[in-house]
């Protein structure tokens, strides 16, 4: 057997050297890099330090301490990287620095951190230039280890090797081929130069943006292996650096299912095992929220030691609005939820360590990445953890890539220029022709800058000359086409120039995103393409109308017209209505539909809040309110209660708040949400103590119950039952709700109902009735104490504005003709409903209303166009939109 070796670079070539080897089914051949090379010569178990040796190494000696200049950034997250990177420069331009510690006290303290890092490497693991050392001692074994040496491609050759390479000349055969390079002169062996290749036609095109150059290089792609003029091994893309368009390629591929090759591999968080490790990381850097914690226990129940007993049903007793961000209040939380268990299964001794564990933060992430991943999680999460500190997770994951599986044999392949040096093929597109790309520019070294050692000894061969070789070769590899390729504005929209590389004689073509493509890449991009053909798709063809019908002035299907009697329509007025419910279908019918014949429903946000918004802030007072009086009745009972008693009760309800309100909805953090309670348990105590009451023996309730679903067993020492039913006179309308405050005289002939606002009172808050259908408790409470209590001849009711500083009541002038007038406005929107008019009404104008997501993306300007049809449509209906 002849015994011969081959040197390449990057992966693509490694991979591609390989093939062709099998593909002449050629024995003997071993293939190479150049620190591959040395250690095959070095012999034994020696190998190149790699960054899983030399990151560990670096923190132990940075951990030793005793430095001047490093000691200011030894602790920062990015060091380890950054020395890493200044390591491999001076490892490659050969430089000895214990001889260069005099020059400066910053070169002395890398010597020194050198020289630990190199006693911190395990047996056998050698730098490039103890490497490089070694295999010249031993470089009379050569013919017999290596045989002939070709070096493939290598554009450059990095110092640190040319001493090798010129006593290894001496003993074998030792060529280079294709250099790529026209320094040369320093290598001792023989240079051969292929053959040119006749130039092929150049092409310049313009993009809009990264996505869209993503989306030219594929309809070319698939132009090119559709017609036949090329296979999809002999096509290539490329860029100096591939971030901007790797999320790109990823998601179209997908769509497109080419065959395209990553060779630089696809980003880990793509993958099942990345977005465990993802989830795990968002615990231990953002905290327990449950969401966070459901999420990392559906990705880590089946594969974790920790978690493989806990039931599936673990997280049902628990209040899904409850965000949980503190570990006691998941404590509270799982001890509640154990009184009532779904499976009889207690999650508790699974779920609580793990809990345990979790709220340690960052400085647990290797323990738990330990018990709570997968065998391949973990070794993504070990490797991340080896990066960079666990406070820098979310960085060091989105770094990480995984083999994308595909055969580059058989493949396109998307690389960096880098890659594609060293497999240059016929067919390529180069990305990114901007001055910012081609050619990168050379930045100066963050940790030995020019002023301390010259940038040329540093990097003699900085990343500039890097690509304008790439440049050179790939372009003149190109034998069959060469299309290079630029955006003219960035993904934040900020204008490129052009790389001055591109040919100044040659015109570029401009490639608009609305152009109608020869090939399309996908399925979408063909129906784009024929525009007669995505007229036959159904779904297409409804989008299509609906775009075209929003901006028609009159009123049509897609603006909430449906046909009449219509059975969901039917089914949600017959449903029992609250007073959300009603405003809604007094002013946007449409939002009614969506929401309650629909059954749509606003995504709560997910971060946790710093403040409460307007509607939980008022529900956390009416709990303060209910929970006091319930306290004070019936002994002593609130009409008889002292002002310290009332403040004694309402400071326990407080305190009860507090505990109870963050296992059931999401609540701000401890120091906010204190200051929060103290806020609203002001209003409560405003309330609580506002006016006198009727007479002696006046009983008081808060948040009472009509309506309400249930068999009334729990109605003792109430007034009614809770599931009474209440209609609106008139109507067939059933409502049901709670009254904020009610007071009943003792001997039962009056009533008082009271609706607590917790905004400041607005303008003319006295002639208030339904205030254009945004006020329609206080109404409602009074429907309910009249029809529950009929024996009361006297009904108030009255509106409180609880932010001002001295409430004032507000009374309705005559509770008759308010319950009336209401009783007429829901007769009008039920006619309308039914006759199938559900169109946006001034909500739908509201910026915090939380259906405009449904509506045209400029809902401002939809609204203006439809403005004269609407009102049409809606006719005498939209009279309570003026009245008080």
């Known amino acids: 057997m002849r015994r011969r070796s081959i040197v ?7 991979r591609m050297a390989r093939i062709g080897a099998a593909q002449r089914a050629e024995s003997g051949l071993q293939i190479f ?21 030399l990151d560990p190494a670096i923190r132990t000696a940075l951990q030793e301490g005793g430095f001047t200049e490093l000691e200011r950034v030894r602790h920062l997250p990015g060091t380890t990287r950054s020395i890493a990177r200044t390591l491999a420069k001076v490892w490659q331009a050969d430089l000895a620095l214990d001889t260069l510690t005099s020059r400066s006290a910053r070169l002395a303290e890398f010597a020194e951190v050198e020289r630990r890092v ?25 013919p017999a280890m290596l045989g002939a040496i070709e070096i493939d491609r290598l554009t450059a050759i990095a110092p640190v090797w040319r001493p090798l390479l010129a006593k290894l000349a001496t003993t074998v055969t030792l060529t280079w081929r294709n250099p790529g390079t ?6 001792a062996g023989q240079v051969v130069s292929g053959e040119r290749q006749p130039a092929a036609a150049m092409s310049i095109v313009t993009c809009a943006n990264p996505r869209a150059e993503a989306v030219e290089a594929l309809r070319w792609m698939r132009e090119l292996i559709a017609s036949g003029r090329a296979r999809p091994e002999e096509i290539a893309i490329c860029a100096t650096a591939t971030e901007e368009w790797d999320e790109h390629f990823l998601v179209l591929v997908a769509d497109a299912d080419l065959p395209l090759h990553f060779s630089h591999g696809v980003p880990v968080l793509a993958s099942r095992d990345g977005q465990a490790c993802a989830a795990l990381a968002d615990v231990l850097l953002n905290g327990l929220r449950q969401d966070r914690i ?18 599936a049903t673990w997280s049902l007793s628990l209040q899904p609005g409850a965000a949980l961000f503190e570990l006691d209040q998941w404590r509270r939380a799982l001890d509640e939820a154990a009184g009532r268990p779904t499976d009889g299964i207690d999650p508790r001794p699974i779920v609580m360590p793990v809990l345990e564990l979790l709220a340690q933060g960052p400085g647990a992430a290797a323990q738990a990445g330990a018990v709570l991943l997968g065998t391949a ?5 070990t490797e991340a953890l080896r990066r960079a500190p666990a406070e820098a997770l979310e960085f060091s994951l989105h770094d990480l890539c995984l083999p994308d599986g595909r055969d580059p044999g058989t493949s396109a392949v998307w690389c960096p220029a880098s890659h594609l040096v060293g497999a240059p093929r016929p067919w390529v597109r180069l990305l990114g022709m901007t001055s910012r790309s081609w050619p990168r520019r050379a930045a100066e070294d963050p940790l030995i800058p020019a002023h301390v050692l010259p940038r040329p000894v540093l990097d003699p061969d900085p990343v500039t000359e890097h690509d304008r070789r ?30 001055p590389l591109l040919p100044q004689d040659m015109q570029p073509q401009i490639l608009k995103g609305a152009r109608i493509p020869q090939h399309a890449f996908s399925e979408v991009d063909r129906l784009l393409a024929r525009p007669d053909e995505a007229a036959a798709s159904p779904a297409l063809a409804a989008a299509d109308l609906c775009w075209r019908d929003w901006r028609r002035p009159g009123v049509t299907a897609h603006d909430g017209q449906v046909r009449a009697d219509h059975p969901q329509i039917a089914r949600a007025i017959g449903e029992v209505q609250s007073a959300t419910s009603l405003r809604l279908m007094l002013r946007d019918p449409l939002a009614f539909v969506w929401r309650y014949a629909l059954g749509w429903r606003a995504v709560p946000e997910d971060d946790q809040p710093l403040t409460l918004d307007a509607r939980a802030y008022g529900e956390l007072v009416h709990d303060l309110l209910k929970r006091t009086v319930n306290a004070l009745e019936p002994v002593p009972g609130y009409a008889r209660a002292s002002r310290q008693e009332i403040e004694a009760a309402l400071a326990a309800s407080t305190e009860t708040v507090r505990v109870h309100w963050p296992l059931e909805r999401a609540a701000p953090p401890t120091l906010l949400w204190q200051h929060t309670l103290t806020a609203a348990a002001q209003l409560a105590l405003k309330a609580l103590t506002l006016d006198e009451t009727f007479q002696s023996g006046t009983r008081s309730w808060t948040e009472l119950a009509f309506g309400s679903a249930g068999d009334g067993a729990t109605a003792t020492d109430l007034p009614w039952r809770p599931d009474a039913e209440v209609t609106i006179p008139g109507t067939e309308v059933r409502i049901r709700g709670s009254i904020d405050r009610l007071d009943l005289t003792g001997d039962g002939r009056a009533v008082r109902v009271s609706d607590y606002k917790t905004g400041a009172e607005p303008r003319r808050a006295d002639e208030i009735v339904l205030g254009r259908g945004t006020e329609l408790q206080r109404v409602i409470y009074a429907i309910a104490a009249r029809q529950l209590l009929p024996e009361s001849q006297r009904v108030i009711a009255r509106l409180v504005f609880l932010a001002d500083q001295e409430p004032k009541p507000y009374r309705l002038p005559d509770v008759d003709q308010a319950i009336a007038e209401l009783a007429e406005h829901v007769t009008a929107a039920l006619v309308l409903l039914r006759n199938g008019h559900a169109l946006p009404g001034p909500d739908a104008r509201e910026e915090h209303n939380d259906f405009r997501i449904a509506l045209p993306a400029s809902a401002t300007t939809y609204l203006q166009t439809k403005n004269a049809a609407f009102t049409r449509a809606f006719g005498e209906f939209a009279r309570i939109w003026g009245c008080r």
């Open 470 to 499: 790439a440049f050179v070769v790939i372009t003149g590899h190109a034998a069959r086409g060469c299309v290079l390729s630029r955006s003219r504005r960035n993904a934040q929209g900020g204008q490129l120039s052009a790389s």
């Open 294 to 311: 459901r999420r990392l226990f559906g990705h880590a129940a089946s594969r974790s030691r920790a978690l493989a007993e806990l039931p």
């Open 33 to 53: 890099t150049l620190p591959l090379l040395a250690a095959r010569l070095a012999g034994g178990f020696s190998r190149p330090a790699r960054s899983q040796d």
């Open 377 to 381: 999680a973990r070794a993504l999460w």
């Open 182 to 187: 026209a320094d040369v002169s320093w290598f």
């Open 118 to 142: 190199r006693a911190s490497l395990p047996p056998g693991v050698l730098t490039p230039r103890d490497l490089r050392d070694v295999a010249l001692a031993r470089v009379a074994h050569a």
């Open 8 to 14: 390449v670079e990057g992966p693509l070539a490694f």
